[in-house]
């Protein structure tokens, strides 16, 4: 079998383990338009302020992938598929040939349609490319930067950059904090962990007007006519799947490549997985989902039969000298719900485990997390108050 994998992130990554374990003898190509090795994305937030290892960044060194027999190419990009003679033609006009084909492109940092958004100093932070430009900036003694989106990715960014020495504001459309991840008490906790760091300044339930300069960026007017000087500005405003390449082909496409459980698209010798994909109608745009997406394509693409099972995926933040970790319903849909929390607000620490018809169905733990992957099996698992009492969670 000839597989050809486009993208480079963990699913396309890990389908093409899955193949190379199921088909010891099949050719695995694997093409991607960025210069480096697949490596960990959620690492480039923390490379902002830090270099990293190479063990650390990279999935895998060159020697893995040729022990493996993974031919990865990178700065090449598929621009066109032919879904009827089943080959895709790359940037430099050739045509490599396949029988199975994944498509696992990522997505691209939202760009919202506001005045200034084409200006240099504007950029999302989604690829190597990214950092490096923003890293570059940094480097000619850019200090105020403002970013666009108070998510857990936004204030990542924000924590980092302030390492750096730069001000930051963070500026946020929703009027309270990580709205999907922490209710209102769990909000002021990390809020004031925040207020500790001088250089950061959060404006929340704010939208932006434009951003201000010509031929380079100067600052923010918000909607409210309040200007807001900076020489950068940072995009956080939420993920674009890149499904041009799919559309073109005339697979089904709506906000993303539409595929099943399998990760199979229209095409039945063409898959999708990772951010670019919706599966069943839903996009995760998280690590742990793309990678098993990856797995269940490759196998797929062997002939298997296997299935993607959405988790419960907690959600996790280490910024601003704190932790915070959020998994399942945190009292956002039907009640009714009961609460048992426990509040330190001398050291910043807050613990909310929620019940649902008296089963554990969502909790939120700052500054001390250890309790995390408790509290999510609890969750997972549907624990009653006495189950987590006995796991220690409720305390």
Known sequence: MKALIIGSGIAAVEAALKIRTLQPEAEITLYTREKVLPYRRPALTRMISEKLSDIQFYLHDK????????????????????????????????????????????????????????????????EWDDLSEISSMLNENIRQVVVIGGGLLGLEIADNLTKKNSDVTVIEAC????PKQLDK??????????????????????????IEGH???????????EHIPCDMVIISAGMSSNFELAHSAGLDVNRAIEADAGMRTSDPDIFAAGDCAAINGKRFGMWNPAREQ??????????????????????????????????????????????????DEVNLVYRKIFFKDDKACGGILIGDIAAAQRMQNAVEKGFDIKQCEEAEIIC
């Open 63 to 126: 020697q893995f992938y040729d022990e493996k027999n993974i031919h990865i190419l990178t700065d090449c990009a598929v621009v066109s598929i032919d879904r009827e003679k089943k080959h895709v033609m790359l940037d430099d006009g050739s045509l490599a040939q396949y029988d199975k084909l994944l498509i696992a492109t990522g997505g691209k940092g939202f760009m919202p349609p506001i005045q200034g958004i084409d200006l240099p100093q504007v950029v999302a932070l989604r």
């Open 175 to 178: 009027p309270c904090m990580l």
């Open 185 to 210: 008490d769990g909000a002021d906790i990390l809020v004031a962990a925040m207020n500790r760091n001088p250089r950061v300044k959060t404006l929340y339930g704010v939208f932006v007007s434009h």
């Open 215 to 225: 031929n380079k960026v100067e600052g923010v007017l918000t909607q409210k006519g």
């Open 294 to 343: 990856g797995a269940v394509a490759g196998a797929n693409m062997c002939g298997k039969d296997m299935a993607f099972k959405p988790k419960i995926y907690g959600a996790r933040l280490v910024a601003f000298g704190t932790k915070l970790f959020s998994v399942g319903d945190i009292g956002l849909g039907e009640g009714p719900y009961k609460q048992v929390c426990r509040t």
